[in-house]
């Protein structure tokens, strides 16, 4: 116990001194610091484009609520049904029911060409045909200004990201899509998903203007409960007139998700650690400068019979410290800098932009802290044992 | 020479420290050497062909198909060299994670489009006698394993067969190269009369969208305006540019990936900036007495800036060199570090004399206070400290 205490005291002492010579090393010291500052920020900041967009699309989906595509498609962009089909899939069990009957909607999904504002040039924007039961089917949808678009009429509905990134997508605006011109009626938001990215109109119209016949992409439908998937799921499977895949709708977004987010934190990941290589070069230069420039003062402790443990310590202290200090930077400048920043990229499996913020999470500032103390343990540690090992005779010979 | 001498023995002093801010700018530049690949490849495939080409697609979106029969009209306007139409077939090898690229094309106007596409003679022939016959590019090949006279089952949901069906078979009759880095060569051709008679009726003679090469690439702006008036008003308008323009128009798609990589670097060379600058400070203190012994002896304040600049400059351009030598290497031995998704990501000698000009420039203003602060000492002050 006495031993123990002993020791604190001796590491209070040793880390005094550390502490209250750290202004004469202040450029140094400030050196590393920000060399960790710099790398966390950099994690934290790249890794947050991919927690923005995972974000965006695990909004977009909700347990209780499915897409039916064709067999073999993966994606809505490449799945065909009939109008025959859908209606067989509307009367399957297991669909929540409302006052116009099943909740579910037939859907087509193509692509328009409108300018980006940020950049002016062309991008694929999605617009998507709907059925009257859309709106039920997605709980969080919400109109946000105007009106709905009038059924049978060639009128629009914007998601709110849309609004944000592409030009000319105002309420009382019209959309020019080849020849035909579609007043905009109103604009929406739905909980952040990627419904915000799309532009809807009445399915008819759009079957009309694309020239589709009768045919359909999808359904989307909510089912009674998340519970009654399988039942919804065997009604379709086993029915002669249907060859159609079933998906919840949180597992297909989530899906098309994989891909970008592990593009991004590959990326990142890899960005970030060399240059947390980096950051712990200039740690340990730091650091052994440190020590040099208190070889007398350790070397009076040791001989005064202070422990090599005490002094190893006092050194990981100091430039733990240092990196905590440049992580907690780090982590805020990309919080001020990234956090909610507007922005669209390629859903490369629906071919079309999706707008998403990004998004600082505190995990991710966490996971940042983390790494800042990694590269100050291996900065402190090598010149701590280096302190540590100092013949005490001959450190003392250079005073 | 006694300069860079003098330079050289004063980094040999304190080994650790200049062998620990040696690596940090190693790591530095081959961060920089993986960020020039990262973003080659993500806006890259821009070549110098691509600016005397033309692409004409449908007006509302590139997934609009267009009639075949307008090759005919668009070879017939003034100013247009030669024409052809590609298709985006979209077809999954086993899974869809085996993502690849695969384009119907009419080979004897596909081939002289793209010279950058180098295909052996007989494969060439191969080609136009095997009505399945589909040449795959170098990086495809090496990353299934496939060579000539393999069959590739493909499943494509958007192109049903006449006589039902979605899976399409291919022979491999030959493997081409790129003529450059920046040659995509991870896609798959095959032949467009074997795609238009397989598909279903009602989908027969739509295309993709058209290639156009044009006579003078300074008259492409006038030409694309010209394609597009021919189709106004037509079921199916088109939109031309040149293919550098539709190239870069998607890149941006993904993101603003310039500025992005733009922000990283700056973080990376601000946080090397601050570790290189505060050794050569340190060191240069250290031998402020040196210094003043020199300046005794009658060397000019020059001289002593020169002295620290070379020693700074020596520091990072080797730092530079070795870097960047090692992000080539890494890059070219092992590749696209997310297996399959970059398929352009390589490095560029552009790059490498980019590196070097940086390494320089990091070198300079590293070493500028301290050399200003040296040379600037005087002499009384600085032997005092000895």
């Excluded at chain 1, 006495?2 to 502490?19: D, E, M, P």
């Excluded at chain 1, 989530?254 to 200039?282: D, H, P, R, Y």
């Excluded at chain 2, 008679?197 to 305006?225: C, Q, S």
Aim: aromatic share 10%; glycine share 10%.
């Amino acid at each position: 116990m006495v031993g123990l205490i002993n020791w604190l005291s001796q590491l209070a002492s040793i880390s005094k001194f550390g502490l209250l010579s750290l202004p004469e090393r202040k450029a140094s010291a400030a050196a590393a610091m920000f060399g960790v500052a710099g790398v966390v920020g950099v994690l934290v900041g790249v890794l947050s484009i991919a927690a923005g967009f995972r974000k965006a699309l695990d909004s977009s989906g909700s347990p209780d609520s499915v897409i039916v595509l064709r067999s073999g498609a993966d994606t809505e962009m490449v799945s065909g049904l009939s109008l025959e089909q859908t209606r067989v899939i509307q009367q399957a069990p297991g669909l929540a029911r409302g006052p116009q009957g099943p909740l579910a909607s037939s859907e087509l999904f193509v692509i328009i060409n409108l300018p980006k504002k940020s950049t002016g040039t062309d991008a694929n924007v999605p617009m998507r045909g709907v059925e009257p039961a859309a709106f039920d089917v997605r709980s969080r949808f919400k109109l946000e200004e105007g009106v709905t678009f009038g059924w049978g009429k060639n009128e629009v509905l914007v998601g709110i990201g849309a609004a944000r990134q592409f030009s000319g997508l105002g309420v009382g605006k019209r959309l020019k899509i080849g020849k035909l011109e579609w007043p905009i009626t109103g604009i929406f938001s739905a909980g952040g998903g990627t419904a915000e990215s799309e532009i809807w109109t009445d399915a008819r119209v759009l079957q009309a203007a694309y020239n589709r016949g009768e045919t359909f992409q999808s359904v989307c439908a909510r089912l009674e409960s998340a519970e009654a998937f399988q039942k919804f799921k065997d009604g379709l499977t086993t029915d002669p007139r249907l060859n159609v895949k079933v998906f919840r709708e949180t597992d297909y977004y989530a899906e098309q998700s994989v891909g970008m987010t592990k593009l991004i934190n590959t990326l990142g990941f890899l960005v970030a650690s060399l240059m947390a290589v980096g950051a712990v070069f200039g740690a340990l230069n730091t650091m052994y400068s440190s020590i040099a420039a208190r070889t007398r003062e350790i070397a009076t402790l040791r001989a005064l019979g202070f422990g090599s443990g005490a002094v190893v310590t006092s050194v990981m202290l100091e430039s733990l410290m240092l990196a905590l200090v440049g992580g907690i930077i780090g982590g805020a400048v990309a919080y001020m800098a990234f956090n909610g920043f507007q922005t669209t990229t390629m859903n490369w499996q629906s071919f079309s932009q999706v707008a998403f913020a990004f998004r600082v999470t505190l995990p991710l500032l966490f996971q940042g802290i983390v790494w800042a103390l990694v590269i100050g343990f291996f900065g402190g540690i090598f010149p701590a044992i280096r302190a540590a090992r100092l013949p005490v005779a001959a450190a003392l010979r250079e005073l | 020479m006694s300069l860079l001498y003098l330079a050289l023995k004063n980094l040999g002093r304190r080994k650790l420290r200049t062998t620990f801010t040696f690596l940090s700018i190693v790591v530095a530049f081959m961060l920089f050497g993986y960020l020039c690949a990262i973003r080659h490849s993500l806006s890259g495939g821009i070549t110098l062909q691509g600016a005397s080409r033309l692409i004409a697609r449908h007006k509302v979106s590139i997934i609009q198909l267009l009639p075949e029969s307008y090759k005919q009209k668009i070879a017939r306007i003034p100013g247009v060299q030669a024409v052809t139409h590609q298709t985006w077939f979209g077809g999954i090898y086993r899974e869809p994670k085996n993502f690849f690229a695969q384009m119907p094309v009419v080979p004897d106007e596909f081939l002289p489009m793209f010279p950058e596409y180098l295909l052996p003679e007989e494969q060439k022939k191969a080609w136009g006698s095997t009505r399945t016959g589909a040449v795959i590019g170098r990086k495809l090949s090496e990353r299934f394993g496939w060579k000539v006279g393999d069959k590739i089952p493909l499943l494509a949901p958007i192109w049903p067969k006449r006589t039902g069906g979605n899976t399409w078979e291919f022979d491999v009759v030959g493997i081409f190269d790129g003529k450059d880095k920046n040659t995509d060569t991870a896609q798959l051709f095959f032949r467009y009369d074997y795609f238009d008679e397989a598909r279903v009726d009602e989908a027969k003679g739509l295309i993709g969208w058209y290639m156009v090469r044009v006579n003078n690439p300074d008259e492409a702006p006038a030409l694309a305006a010209r394609i597009d008036a021919e189709f106004e008003n037509s079921a199916a308008e088109t939109k031309t540019e040149t293919e550098k323009a539709f190239l870069q128009g998607f890149a941006k798609q993904i993101g603003d990936i310039a500025l992005l990589t733009a922000i990283i670097m700056s973080a990376v060379f601000f946080t090397i900036l601050l570790v290189t600058g505060n050794t050569m400070s340190q060191s240069v203190r250290e031998r402020t007495g040196e210094f003043g012994v020199l300046k005794a002896i009658g060397f000019s304040p020059a001289h002593v800036l020169r002295v620290v600049l070379i020693e700074s400059c020596l520091l990072a351009f080797l730092g530079a060199a070795v870097g960047i030598a090692m992000a080539a290497l890494l890059i070219t031995s092992h590749g696209d570090p997310t297996g399959g998704m970059l398929p352009l990501f390589a490095f560029l000698p552009r790059d490498a004399g980019w590196g070097a000009v940086i390494g320089i420039g990091l070198g300079l203003v590293t070493g500028m206070f301290p050399a200003w602060s040296a040379m600037r000492l005087r002499v009384s002050d600085a032997v005092r400290r000895i």
